[in-house]
């Protein structure tokens, strides 16, 4: 994902490999995928 | 528009192994208070996300995919996802876009294509799509605001963002 030239630089971020593996990778559980759908699934009316 | 393929033979490994898609001027290293080296980057999610798929396993085996986007030039953009067929759900694990074309939209074209892989499964309608977005990457909620995603709840250091299709 990109930035564009108007977005402005963020404050210098350490990389942090583990945190991504796991929180931004990592398949979410069946419980947590469910969980999910359900609150999209509440919020835009279909339940 | 870009052309789309499945990453499934050695030439797709090489172009995903020296995929570029953040600047590798605004990477380094500093060492913190303990003496240790660590890395620092201005956009970390862009560092990250290069890495990953940098280092992808071609072919993916589904439910997992790898797509590739190429124009003229070469790869210009790519999407991980996977799919739980019978959960109508899809996770976007990555969605990256070369350096050389930031800003020209792909990430949308991208992240269209979920809809697209859930179709080879007759999965249409009444499905759901996950994405984690970075709190500061600016560039990604907005393709997602504009992927008809929203953002649903903090996650650890990452935001969950979400999109449920009736």
Request: with cysteine.
């Amino acid at each position: 994902m990109k930035r564009t030239q108007q977005q402005e630089q963020p404050e210098r971020r350490i990389v942090d490999r583990q945190s991504y593996a796991l929180h931004a990778v990592a398949l979410p559980s069946r419980e947590e995928r469910a969980r999910i759908r359900a609150i999209l699934r509440a919020r835009a009316g279909l339940v | 528009m870009l052309d789309w393929c499945n990453a499934t033979t050695p030439a797709h490994r090489a172009h995903l192994s020296v995929f570029r898609c953040t600047d590798p001027e605004s990477s380094r290293l500093i060492e913190d208070e303990y003496g240790e080296e660590r890395e620092e980057h201005d956009y970390p999610w862009e560092f990250l996300v290069q890495d990953r798929i940098n280092h992808l396993h071609v072919p993916a085996h589904p439910p997992n995919f790898v797509l590739m986007g190429y124009d003229s030039i070469g790869l210009a953009a790519v999407i991980e996802l996977t799919v739980k067929e019978f959960e109508r759900y899809c996770f976007i694990r990555a969605v990256a876009v070369a350096h050389r074309v930031s800003g020209q939209g792909f990430a949308g074209e991208a992240i269209a294509l979920a809809d697209h892989v859930l179709e080879k499964y007759h999965v249409t309608r009444d499905f759901t799509v996950e994405a984690r977005i970075d709190p500061l990457n600016d560039a990604a909620k907005r393709a997602f605001t504009k992927a008809g995603f929203e953002y649903v709840e903090d996650f650890f250091e990452y935001e969950r963002w979400g999109r449920v299709v009736p």
